[in-house]
């Protein structure tokens, strides 16, 4: 079955950087559009960067174009969000998602928190 787990997570100071992973099993990794989402308290699960199968397109949420960067290694079945200039409104739960079919699956998420 479709499996996803994120990593990478933590506390950072305002400025700071950190990269997420997200290691997925059970599906044809290097043929599917990988998403990652973020959620904080009290809001919505908004999207925050995706990367077509091939890495030949990405997209970026308005908040965070410039500063973080998803990319995807297909022979390792993973792929990443490099964040940096961390600001305290990044701070949220941050999913790994697959869509197969109709089908949304969601890793656990990992937590990042940007605090001084």
């Known amino acids: 079955q479709v499996h996803l787990v994120e990593s990478g997570g933590g506390l950072v100071q305002p400025g700071g950087s950190l990269r997420l992973s997200c290691a997925a099993s059970?599906?044809?990794?290097?043929?599917?559009?990988m998403s990652w989402y973020r959620q904080a308290p009290g809001k919505n699960r908004d999207l925050v960067a995706a990367?077509?199968?091939?890495?030949?397109?990405?997209v970026y949420a308005p908040s965070v174009k410039g500063r973080f960067t998803i990319s995807r290694d297909n022979a390792k079945n993973t792929v990443y969000l490099q964040m940096n200039s961390l600001k305290p409104e990044d701070t949220a739960v941050y999913y790994c998602?697959?869509?197969?079919?109709?089908?949304?699956?969601w890793g656990q998420g990992t937590q990042v928190t940007v605090s001084s």
């Open positions: 998602k697959v869509r197969i079919t109709e089908t949304n699956y």
């Open positions: 059970g599906f044809a990794f290097s043929s599917w559009t």
């Open positions: 990367i077509t199968s091939a890495a030949g397109t990405t």
